[in-house]
């Protein structure tokens, strides 16, 4: 007889890195339901979207599809009140709240970690000092309760699973706990290759304080060097109003001209402090290298002097002297051994990686073999 399922994810309001862990984690689950707090059907996959999907009462608040972060505070008596009575496996998706759940006691209860929630640990200070004031005034305390609540709760979990060496760390320091590392799924299938490259770097993601597009566009507006930025965020006026004419921006790209710009590129451009990070991985599928600050999730997807590079530092002149190094490196540089880097981390891979952590930790739970 087959186990009886649960997938419990934050939010379903858009199809992110998180949702796309989801959606292979239930395909590999088909017959599995899912909960959330709230979710917006149009919004995300149509495989998530036929699926049956429970929602905790923070759904049933005013507008809570738009502002579901805004019953952060509300989440953790959420995630207890729903009934997970009858399920055998309950499987949590944890960036925002969800691994909080109650879970039956004979159950398995395993966590995909892609970060403990970061605007409680690493970067709350970031997060405070960013914050209007009405937000000042009540993050020490809202905080301080949840943070305690976060490490409370995931003595609850039998078993966590982390997307990067970098997250491991993180839930080590957090919650105190050890986990398996499974590297999240890449579409890598989708890249390839171009027969010609041309002369211009790549910058690609969310224009956002975190990710550090300013260091690319001041690197290479300092360099007069031709970088292409694709990406939309609150930060677009600002980097534009600051670029040389080396710089282009798009704000989206259909995904075939995504496809070329990454085949095409020189190298690509990464800058931010990821946990694990996606478009390091896409651009090595498309055979080409990627200069990357070397900390976070980078450093397991990106292999150091073989098919990318690092620069030590978040700042321009470290980026600057990173892509004066690479104009002597880029002969070296192997398009395969790129490539077959970035098959490590294909959806078949986080299938294997992913069934062999239940299994062990459903063993280490007592339980028998799996079903």
Do not use: Q, T
């Given at each position: 007889m087959k186990p009886r399922v649960a997938l419990i994810h934050y939010w379903l309001v858009g199809m992110r890195g998180g949702e796309r862990v989801l959606e292979r984690i239930a395909r590999l689950y088909p017959d599995a339901d899912i909960f959330t707090h709230v979710v917006n059907r149009d919004r995300i996959s149509a495989e998530l979207a036929r699926r049956e999907i429970k929602t905790s009462f923070i759904s049933r608040l005013p507008n809570a599809v738009r502002l579901y972060q805004s019953y952060l505070p509300l989440m953790p008596?959420?995630?207890?009140?729903?009934?997970?009575?009858?399920?055998?496996?309950?499987?949590?998706?944890?960036?925002?709240?969800?691994?909080?759940?109650?879970?039956?006691?004979?159950?398995?209860?395993?966590?995909?970690?892609?970060t403990p929630m970061r605007y409680l640990w690493d970067h709350y200070h970031a997060y405070y000092e960013g914050a209007g004031r009405l937000s000042r005034a009540v993050m020490p305390a809202m905080c301080h309760y949840l943070r305690n609540w976060d490490a409370t709760s995931a003595r609850r979990v039998d078993a966590f699973a982390a997307n990067s060496r970098f997250i491991q760390d993180r839930i080590r320091r957090a919650w105190g706990m050890p986990s398996d590392l499974v590297h999240p799924p890449v579409p890598i299938d989708q890249y390839s290759p171009a027969?010609?490259?041309?002369?211009?770097?790549l910058w690609v993601g969310q224009l956002i304080t975190y990710k550090r597009p300013d260091l690319a566009v001041d690197a290479f507006t300092r360099l007069g060097l031709p970088l292409l930025v694709v990406g939309d965020g609150p930060l677009a006026p600002s980097l534009k109003a600051r670029a040389g004419p080396s710089i282009e921006f798009a704000s989206k790209l259909p995904f075939d001209q995504l496809r070329r710009a990454y085949a095409e590129s020189r190298a690509l451009v990464f800058t931010a402090e990821e946990d694990f990070g996606i478009v390091p991985v896409e651009a090595n599928a498309s055979g080409r290298p990627v200069i990357a600050y070397g900390r976070g999730g980078v450093r397991d997807s990106i292999v150091d002097g073989i098919t990318g590079m690092y620069f030590p530092e978040q700042s321009v002149d470290a980026l600057i002297q990173a892509v004066e190094r690479f104009d002597t490196w880029e002969r070296e540089f192997d398009p395969a051994a790129a490539v077959a880097n970035a098959r490590r981390f294909s959806p078949e891979?986080?299938?294997?990686?992913?069934?062999?952590?239940?299994?062990?930790?459903?063993s280490g739970k007592h339980l028998g073999a799996l079903p």
């Open positions: 008596m959420a995630l207890e009140h729903l009934d997970l009575r009858g399920y055998d496996l309950v499987i949590s998706s944890e960036s925002g709240p969800a691994k909080g759940v109650i879970a039956p006691p004979d159950a398995l209860h395993l966590c995909y970690c892609h027969s010609e490259v041309g002369g211009r770097f891979a986080f299938d294997s990686a992913f069934l062999a952590s239940v299994e062990r930790a459903w």
